[in-house]
């Protein structure tokens, strides 16, 4: 036919099934308020999905053999199950996103559109699209949504084994020679104690005094780190400061045991850093954030762990604006790891060795002093 625009459906109040197919329509119109529950407008010229905001009924449509380009309009139908776009001039990945939110959306299909040439187009449409069963006529198997789901919202201990997959891929790649860290025995691991928790917690407070405190046991253990120094911090003594560069030359060299990622810099545990501290005979205390624990527990030493954790969150947010190191998006986001943590110590009992409240330093420290008596049998 040559219909070029829709006209007249107004008075059709009992309309469920609409075909239109094979006609010149430029735009979707004149659909308003409509019962319709299956529209087929395909092989006609539409150049947008626009037009169907009002069909609250919609169960399936096809779009097919059209000249769409952006998928903006299909968003808000939630009972539509069923969506074919074959053939149109579809070519971004983010015009899924008008579809992310269709409840009931489980048949796709995006044959013979220019985003398919995309390297990621298939795992990222079913990441995105998590509930289609169907996608270009193919069925979607759980396995390809796992890996879609672990390739780009990993869960953190997926992150964490692939962190230690790295590590430990890289390490037997460098010629190989006895580790002083894995000398203890068969039925020990080399000692390591890790104290963990948010940001300026006072985690590396406390570490460094059990460190001096327990001398002759323990020695601090600097992380390399590619964030520039706050105030007061030390190269060698806090961390290692180093730039991206250096730090990836040190993951591909095998340099390090774990490593993690947070507020967009990278840090991580070095194989000499440890080595070093096992040759003078004493173990090695370190403080991480979770990411990095979790990484680390992925490996052959099975770290004490103790969660330095603020409990009154009002002080410790205005502890962080008084520091003056932070901007507000990083508060933000430091005060809300702490339900993290105490979530992850509701869930996983055992995870942590030990909690300590970090309101007041000194307190925790004469509790910290006490746990580490306890644990070298003082």
Not at 18 to 40: M, R, T
Not at 190 to 214: N, S
Not at 234 to 248: G, K, M, P, T, V
Request: net charge negative.
């Amino acid at each position: 036919n040559d219909v070029e625009e829709i006209k007249g459906l107004e008075k059709c109040p009992s309309l469920s099934h609409l075909s239109l197919a094979h006609n010149k329509l430029f735009a979707i119109g004149g659909l308003e308020n409509l019962p319709i529950k299956i529209l087929n407008l395909s092989f006609n010229q539409l150049e947008k999905a626009t037009g169907l905001e009002s069909l609250k009924s919609l169960q399936k449509l096809d779009l097919s053999f059209n000249k769409i380009t952006s998928l903006q309009g299909l968003e808000g139908h939630e009972l539509l199950e069923t969506i074919n776009l074959e053939s149109n001039q579809i070519s971004e990945l983010h015009e899924l996103q008008w579809m992310e939110d269709l409840p009931l959306l489980r048949v796709l299909n995006l044959l013979k559109n220019p985003l398919q040439e995309q390297a990621d187009y298939w795992l990222w449409t079913v990441f995105t699209l998590l509930r289609v069963t169907d996608l270009d006529l193919q069925k979607v198997s759980v396995e390809e949504k796992v890996a879609a789901v672990n390739k780009y919202a990993p869960p953190a201990e997926v992150v964490a084994a692939e962190d230690h997959r790295t590590h430990l891929v890289c390490h037997m790649l460098q010629p190989q020679r006895i580790l002083n860290s894995t000398l203890p025995g068969f039925d020990a691991s080399y000692p390591m104690l890790v104290l963990v928790g948010p940001v300026a917690c006072g985690r590396r407070e406390l570490t460094h005094r059990i460190c001096r405190q327990f001398n002759n046991f323990f020695r601090y253990g600097p992380c390399h780190t590619t964030r520039a120094a706050y105030f007061g911090e030390e190269n060698r003594l806090d961390f290692y400061f180093i730039s991206e560069e250096a730090f990836e030359q040190m993951v591909k060299s095998g340099k390090f045991i774990a490593t993690y990622k947070y507020s967009g810099h990278r840090y991580g545990l070095g194989r000499d850093t440890v080595e070093s501290i096992a040759r003078e005979g004493l173990a090695t205390c370190v403080h991480l954030e979770i990411e990095g624990l979790r990484s680390l527990k992925c490996t052959h030493f099975k770290p004490r762990c103790i969660l330095a954790i603020p409990r009154d969150k009002g002080k410790y947010e205005e502890h962080l604006r008084r520091t003056g190191l932070f901007s507000r998006p990083e508060i933000e986001e430091a005060v809300s790891r702490v339900d993290m943590y105490l979530q992850v110590n509701q869930d996983f009992p055992g995870y942590f060795d030990a909690v300590l409240n970090t309101d007041d330093l000194d307190e925790a420290f004469t509790e910290l002093n006490l746990l580490m008596r306890m644990y070298l049998g003082m």
